[in-house]
């Protein structure tokens, strides 16, 4: 991963906890960690207010009849492998 030195402005306190938590030479794993994290969530969060779906029906041909359904037919395929398993 190609790195950056940048500077940024947090209170005194806040710096406190932090070296608290994880130390003065952990500040920077610490923090690039939580600010990963909070990427992907404001990520997701976007992603979920978008006005057209992520999923499409025509990707998914398998759950036509419902989720429910699918979720029958898996279970259904499951024990039929298990009964042969027990069988043998």
Known sequence: MVKKRTHIVIPAAVVAEIDT?????GRSRFL???ATQEVKRLRLLRALER????W???DHPELKAGAAA????LRRQDDKRFRRIENR
Not at 21 to 25: A, F, M, P, S, T
Not at 51 to 54: G, R, V
Not at 70 to 73: A, E, L, N, S, T
């Open 21 to 25: 938590l994880v130390g003065k030479r």
């Open 56 to 58: 499409k029906d025509k």
């Open 51 to 54: 006005p057209t779906p992520a």
């Open 70 to 73: 699918w979720i029958r037919k």
């Open 32 to 34: 690039t960690e939580i």
